[in-house]
């Protein structure tokens, strides 16, 4: 709760700032000026990559489309080690077999974003977007990012799954950022019947 605080009154103080004194720089605008102080923030922070997420402001998603959280358990996530490991066998000599060692409970949270009604399950093609987020890698979390998929949502007539792409902080990053991308398209194919000509990817 302290931590929430100190952000909300960190982007209080800092739109204060931008309309009474001006930005830093004459071109920044108020996006921008935030975009600075989250990172002056995150610099003087030794808190892990999960607490800053957990403390990202949230955003409503846009009007007639709804949120539907949940967990994904980590039988995907070992359908998708399986073939995670038939591509990096080669590299093994120089990987660290940490990566593969995951908590029985170690899910994985995501949400869809789908249209009210949308009847969704009853056409011939469900087109799914997998929408992995950006935010530098320290913050924020798919909430942040439903005005983007909701919007995606409706313009495509599709059902969006949201997620972040980082994992625990590991070493080879890289490689671990494609193990949450395979189990959501195993999740989503299940889940949906749909083939992979119905499921496109958006990286932000």
């Not at 949230?58 to 358990?73: C, L, Q, R, T």
């Not at 798919?142 to 980082?166: D, H, M, Q």
Request: hydrophobic share 40%; glycine share 4%.
């Amino acid at each position: 709760m302290t931590d929430f605080l100190k952000y909300s009154s960190l982007i209080i103080s800092t739109t204060i700032k931008h309309y009474l004194n001006g930005p830093p720089r004459p071109s920044w605008d108020l996006k921008s000026h935030l975009s600075f102080a989250k990172f002056a923030f995150l610099a003087d922070n030794t808190k892990t990559i999960e607490q800053f997420q957990s403390i990202s402001l949230p955003s409503p998603a846009k009007a007639g489309v709804i949120i539907n959280e949940f967990k994904i358990n980590n039988d995907y996530r070992n359908e998708a080690q399986v073939h995670l490991d038939k591509i990096l066998k080669p590299y093994e000599h120089v990987l660290d077999p940490e990566w593969k060692n995951f908590k029985e409970d170690d899910g994985i949270f995501a949400e869809w974003v789908q249209v009210s009604n949308d009847e969704w399950e009853k056409n011939e093609v469900r087109k799914t977007i997998l929408y992995l987020h950006g935010g530098g890698y320290y913050f924020l979390s798919k909430e942040s990012y439903r005005p983007i998929t909701s919007s995606l949502a409706k313009l495509a007539n599709a059902r969006v799954l949201g997620k972040f792409n980082l994992l625990e902080e590991m070493k080879f990053l890289s490689i671990f950022n494609v193990l949450p991308k395979l189990k959501f398209f195993f999740y989503s194919n299940q889940l949906s019947a749909c083939t992979s000509k119905s499921i496109s990817c958006r990286i932000t």
